[in-house]
């Protein structure tokens, strides 16, 4: 599991042992909220939706004594150390024996995630790492013809290869590119390769689940009065957007599917290379990469040159898969720094059975 979080893994690994997929499993059931494993080994709410968890979490916190402060944004610290927040009223002064900023990344801005604490910590002198979309789609740079008749629409049951990397899943083919699963499971590899060189050549497997020789031997028996792109379509199970990738690969290339060769057009079928030039914004990723450096934080994940002050979730430099990893390692971290707050105000951090 630990290979999912990178460079990061080895700073991670104490908190995430000690805030396990079933503590986060017992935290929900706790809250009213029960969960269940699906058959992609994928945790879900029963109810398919976060929100009643979050209401229900929201409530718990309410009732034990938490006071929310909405429409506030924090924007440094003042000479004594106190929080500085700019407020509906003007700027207000907190002094706080510990806090914890838990203030995300930079992936969801309209609602109020934007990354804007980044400055603030950087010029504190805190070592940051810049963020960056992560768990994000690509960009394709399609002809009009395939933007307008596949915009929106799955491929499915692919295998993507990128670097040695591999992944399996699916993908939906967007306006400008590519997103979905199979898409953010290499995202960090594609947008590091893109950053360097400026491109990215993924190769997608559209029947991953047939070798090359058996596409060939497939696409041998087909007879010169059946259309190409019915025979992929009956012969070897191809969706429409599918066929229409290959013809949109091929004719940027110059070559034709109609005049390629069984061995070719199987090749072809098992790799099709697709040109990735650009990354899709960081507004409409799932996720960040980057933020504060994980030398600027103790074991207890206290900031070094903020005594008392703590960090967690996607503000510290590390990034993860979406589908469970992510979360994880976010309600971890918020748990470690939950338990280090705790340690630093001299009282005791509850045992985990406890606190379901």
């Given at each position: 599991m630990f290979t999912r979080y990178g460079a990061a893994a080895p700073r991670l690994r104490p908190a995430i042992e000690q805030f396990l997929p079933a503590d986060l499993r017992a935290w929900c059931e706790n809250l009213g909220q029960p969960t269940f494993v699906g058959s992609s080994g994928r945790v879900f709410p029963t109810a398919f939706k976060a929100s009643p968890l979050?209401?229900?979490?929201?409530?718990?916190?309410?009732?034990?004594?938490?006071?929310?402060?909405?429409?506030?944004?924090?924007?440094?610290?003042?000479?004594?150390?106190?929080?500085?927040?700019?407020?509906?009223?003007?700027?207000?002064?907190?002094?706080?024996?510990?806090?914890?900023?838990?203030?995300?990344?930079?992936?969801?801005?309209?609602?109020?995630?934007?990354?804007?604490?980044?400055?603030?910590?950087?010029?504190?002198?805190?070592?940051?790492?810049?963020?960056?979309?992560?768990?994000c789609g690509f960009v394709a740079g399609w002809s009009d013809f395939f933007r307008s008749r596949f915009e929106g629409q799955p491929l499915k049951g692919l295998k993507i290869s990128f670097d040695g990397q591999v992944a399996h899943g699916e993908?939906?083919?967007?306006?400008?590119?590519?997103?979905?699963?199979?898409?953010?499971?290499?995202?960090?590899?594609?947008?590091?390769?893109?950053?360097?060189?400026?491109?990215?050549?993924?190769?997608?497997?559209?029947?991953?689940?047939?070798?090359?020789?058996?596409?060939?031997?497939?696409?041998?028996?087909?007879?010169?009065?059946?259309?190409?792109?019915?025979?992929?379509?009956?012969?070897l199970k191809l969706s429409p957007p599918a066929i229409g990738l290959l013809q949109e690969v091929t004719l940027a290339s110059g070559e034709r599917l109609s005049a390629m060769t069984p061995a070719r057009l199987a090749h072809l079928i098992d790799g099709v290379p697709v040109r990735l030039t650009g990354v899709a914004p960081i507004a409409g990723a799932i996720s960040t990469a980057g933020g504060i450096m994980f030398e600027e934080l103790d074991e207890n994940f206290m900031l070094g040159r903020r005594p008392g002050t703590f960090a967690a979730g996607e503000m510290l430099n590390w990034e993860a898969p979406t589908g469970g990893y992510l979360l994880q390692a976010a309600f971890a971290t918020g748990a470690a720094a939950g338990r280090g707050a705790l340690e630093w105000l001299g009282l005791h951090a509850p045992e985990m059975q406890q606190t379901r």
């Open positions: 979050l209401r229900a979490w929201l409530e718990r916190l309410r009732g034990g004594g938490v006071t929310f402060r909405l429409h506030h944004q924090w924007i440094g610290w003042g000479d004594d150390n106190s929080l500085i927040f700019a407020g509906p009223e003007g700027h207000i002064s907190v002094s706080a024996d510990a806090t914890v900023l838990a203030l995300g990344g930079a992936s969801w801005p309209r609602l109020g995630s934007d990354g804007g604490w980044l400055e603030v910590a950087a010029n504190a002198g805190i070592a940051v790492a810049p963020l960056r979309p992560a768990n993908a939906v083919i967007t306006r400008t590119g590519l997103e979905g699963g199979i898409i953010y499971s290499l995202s960090a590899p594609l947008r590091d390769a893109i950053t360097a060189q400026g491109e990215a050549v993924a190769h997608i497997a559209l029947r991953p689940d047939l070798s090359t020789p058996m596409l060939e031997k497939r696409l041998e028996a087909r007879h010169g009065k059946q259309s190409l792109s019915t025979f992929l379509r009956k012969a």
